[in-house]
């Protein structure tokens, strides 16, 4: 059983920056992506971005430009680095551990227990 471990939330006021880690262990098997969703009060799940093992990287559309994702040398750690940050950037973030290319992640994927953050003035 994968163990997902999340941190770098809080709360920033808009126009800061965050920077957000997830590390996989306590697994034998490869994985072909990580990545970072993220779910606000009353909305659906949604990709952040992601990265696979090969270092192609998949961002969603709210945060291109501003988040950028790199992973270790290891690759069971990631990095989120969120910049100019938005009040609409406020939500749980979580990691997610994409096994399969051919299984989607949200569905087959595990995760981690989520990390809030807030934009607020």
């Known amino acids: 059983q994968v163990k997902i471990a999340e941190s770098g939330g809080g709360s920033v006021q808009p126009g800061e920056s965050l920077t957000l880690s997830c590390s996989a262990s306590?697994?034998?098997?490869?994985?072909?992506?990580m990545g970072w969703y993220r779910q606000a009060p009353g909305k659906q799940r949604e990709l952040v971005a992601s990265?696979?093992?090969?270092?192609?990287?998949n961002y969603g559309d709210a945060v291109k430009g501003r988040f950028t994702i790199a992973r270790d040398n290891t690759g069971n750690t990631i990095y989120l680095q969120m910049n100019r940050l938005k009040p609409e950037d406020t939500a749980v973030y979580y990691c997610?551990?994409?096994?399969?290319?051919?299984?989607?992640?949200?569905?087959?994927?595990?995760w981690g227990q989520g990390t809030q953050v807030t934009v607020s003035s």
């Open positions: 997610n551990v994409d096994w399969d290319s051919d299984y989607d992640p949200v569905e087959f994927g595990s």
């Open positions: 306590d697994t034998i098997f490869s994985f072909h992506a």
């Open positions: 990265i696979t093992s090969s270092n192609t990287t």
